[in-house]
């Protein structure tokens, strides 16, 4: 069986950016810690974790010089208040494309309703919405959107979390057309999203079957799942080498695997390991 890894597998610039980040702080003698996941990778918050990063849900008053880390989805405006307020210096990994996307929504914001086409709940659209100072309406799939709440709304701009697909960008946008006279998307999609979008559908079409590493959470593993699997029924999601069963690749003769861009190297290395040991 032959093994093909994607070219664009793995970590993107803003998860290795946010990484680095923390591990400058490791040896800090100042408790350090980051709000929520940095990135969304099990394995990676745990391997911080472990050195002495710690993750926390919510902010509560720290002890002198604490250090707290926005992960690299960013965060509301009011967290950064709130941090300061309970004692922390901020240490902010928001990757610098979603910070882009800020400085758009904000520009928008001023003669415009905004739309976020993105995951509601997510982290980096809760941070956009965040720098906002009216909420903005978020949608999540062309079935979401709320016609009748949109109907009195004349003028529009649509901006879009990093890791959406245009397929899904697309079909809302034909939607959002027929309801609101003036609309226009500035499509805020990470370039490095694109590029293992497009990458996945060849991937998936000359493997017999395809491997998608990545943690449930993560968002932009789940789109390039959702690709695949629409392309290729043997395509399956996994966190890690544990989660592999060898059934999958029965008469098999080429598997493909996408890395997530917050899954380590090493994960994949695992998994080429295991299946380079069943091919012999
Ligand atoms: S996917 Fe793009 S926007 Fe998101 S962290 Fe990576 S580089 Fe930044």
Not at 104 to 130: F, P, Q, R, S
Not at 209 to 229: E, H
Request: proline share 3%.
């Amino acid at each position: 069986m032959k093994i093909n890894v994607a070219k664009s597998s793995g970590f993107c610039f803003g998860v290795s950016r946010a990484i680095d980040i923390c591990l400058s702080l490791a040896d800090s003698k100042n408790p350090v810690h980051v709000l929520g996941d940095i990135v969304h990778n099990n394995h990676v918050v745990r391997e911080l974790s472990e050195k002495g990063i710690r993750k926390v849900k919510s902010i509560r008053p720290a002890k002198k010089g604490s250090i707290l880390i926005i992960s690299a989805h960013g965060a509301p405006k009011e967290t950064f208040t709130r941090a300061r307020a309970c004692g922390y210096r901020i240490m902010d990994a928001t990757c610098p494309k979603v910070k882009d996307t800020y400085k758009i929504a904000k520009m928008l914001e001023k003669n415009n309703t905004v739309i976020i086409i993105g995951d509601k709940g997510h982290t980096e659209v809760k941070g956009i919405a965040g720098q906002l100072k009216k909420k903005p309406i978020t949608i999540e799939s062309p079935r979401g959107v709320p016609v009748s709440a949109l109907k009195k709304i004349k003028k529009a701009r649509v901006i879009t979390q990093s890791t959406q697909s245009l397929s899904n960008i697309n079909g809302i946008m034909d939607r959002l057309k027929r309801i609101i006279p003036d609309i226009k998307l500035y499509d805020t999609t990470c370039r490095i999203t694109t590029v293992k979008q497009k990458e996945i559908e060849s991937l998936t079409v000359e493997n017999d079957c395809v491997l998608i590493c990545g943690s449930v959470d993560s968002a932009n593993t789940k789109r390039l799942y959702q690709i695949a699997k629409k392309m290729n029924r043997r395509t399956h999601w996994i966190e890690s080498v544990k989660d592999i069963k060898l059934t999958w690749f029965k008469n098999a003769q080429k598997v493909g695997i996408m890395a997530g861009a917050s899954t380590p190297e090493a994960i994949v290395e695992e998994i080429v390991s295991l299946l380079s040991s069943e091919k012999d």
